[in-house]
């Protein structure tokens, strides 16, 4: 019986524990709530939950995804490529030359979000940032109540995933390749002498 977590609020459904709110018993677990069952803090539907994070979520990345979410109330309602599947949600952040890089999904994009480390801001036209597996161009983007950040474009529009699943993966599995050395180029055809040997000996 694993806990979730409200998307919106960030309020914590224990299995345990029950809703004294929704009169739901103890021991019931996530997947049992009735499907009008809403968030007793901010009255999100059920579907807002998520599965518990394991690790404390760095304060930086919450006003991210929380700024984020209010773009796309306020903002983003009228943008036509929007994908209803989709969430706004952080994923795989780590710490990175002393900045913190990771993902971030919306209904509209699929991101890398750097938050560099103190200093003089990227120039907003786009620099090459070089991460291990090779270089990278961000942009400065200043986001309110956001501390500044770049953002690396991976997916735009983010049209093609079938579920906030999927997009999860590939923002996931995007942010493990750029920290990951490139893979070593394929080694030369061999050479026709390492091939035959024989070719170079004289004549006997
Ligand atoms: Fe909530």
Redesign the pocket.
């Known amino acids: 019986m694993a806990p979730r977590e ?1 998307g ?4 914590v459904y224990q299995p345990a524990q029950g809703d004294d709110v929704w009169q739901v018993p103890p021991g019931t677990p996530f997947e049992a709530l009735p499907d009008d069952w809403r ?1 007793p ?4 539907a059920k579907d ?1 939950f998520l599965p518990l994070r394991e690790a404390p979520v760095d304060p930086r990345v919450r006003a991210l995804e929380e700024a984020y979410r209010k773009i796309e109330r306020e903002r983003m309602s009228d943008f036509p490529l929007l994908n209803p599947a989709l969430k706004v949600q952080a994923v795989g952040f780590r710490a990175f030359e002393g900045g913190l890089l990771g993902a971030l999904v919306t209904p509209w994009s699929l991101n890398a979000i750097y938050f560099p480390p103190g200093g003089p801001p990227a120039p907003e036209l786009g620099h090459d940032r070089a991460l291990p597996a090779g270089p990278c161009r961000f942009f400065a983007q200043q986001v309110h109540g956001v501390e500044p950040i770049e953002l690396a474009s991976i997916v735009s529009p983010a049209v093609d995933f079938a579920s906030q699943d999927e997009a999860v993966a590939a923002a996931g599995a995007a942010i493990d390749a750029l920290l990951s050395p490139p893979p070593p180029p394929p080694k030369p055809a061999a050479s026709r002498r390492e091939l035959f040997p024989f070719l170079s000996r004289g004549p006997r």
């Open positions: 409200c919106i609020c960030w309020y968030c803090r901010c009255d999100s807002r």
